[in-house]
């Protein structure tokens, strides 16, 4: 936090719905100059980050940073993303966005870049965002709640008309989570193109990533195939190497069923609290990887 307050002029913390656990650091937070705005309620990320956006505008910003909790934020950071917006704009590119070219060890950039250029499957965190843009196309979308919330954004923009750029050279640090070698009931699977390495989410995560995996390929098949494609095919190869992970496998699969059935349906927003108690008896059954070794 200490770091992102050093680079803008101000800073908004928006607390999803953390109850009491999180009053100390929150009340710190405040106490620092940081505004803080708690919701009683889990909205989702999209909704969380539209609250802080429609807060920043009342402040009278123009541009926001869209940051996760867990982002490591360097010094010069939003200086670099700055420029590299600044860059863009005097050549008359209509900017939707700006990202690292790394969130972590992930590459957002496509191709070579020099002052700027291309990025696809872009994380939202750290992403320059100039507000006029929102006023155009739209907030993110609440009703995702969580996962490919970045992406919808991204194939937006891209279908109104808006270039989606990385910042040359640019990292955003980010704690990775939980690595589990890739097996196959058991064994390793290497394939051309597939790391030999699987992050797995928390297991209620997969109702939302194969529910708004098929609302998102729906609506954006026909404007963007080509990476609508690559993408539903690699999801794919995860959810199955997820669901030969799972125990009980039978629980994932319950998981997934309910969130075909919901794609169907329209059914979109929150997953249905009778699910939880499914998503919470899941385990993954795979050898974590030591990141020592990697």
Known sequence: MASVSAQVDGVIVVDDGSGPIADETLDRLAASGVTVHRQTVNSGIAGALNTGIRLARESGAEIVITFDQDSLVPADFVDALRATYDAATADDVRVGVIVPEYFAAVRQARGEIASYGPAANIIQSGMLLPLNVVDSIG?????????????????????????????????????LGTQYRREFFGRPVRLPGIPPEITLSTPFRYFYRVRNRIVLNREYLWTAPAQIIRDTFLDGIHFVNALAVARPRRALWRLYRAAINAAIRGRTGRMPDALQPVADCIIWDAPVLDRKKR
């Open 139 to 175: 907030e993110l979308r609440a009703d995702y709640f969580i996962d490919l919330v970045d992406t919808e954004f991204e194939l937006r923009l891209r279908r109104e008309g808006y270039a989606v750029l990385a910042a040359p050279g640019l990292r955003l640090g980010h704690a």
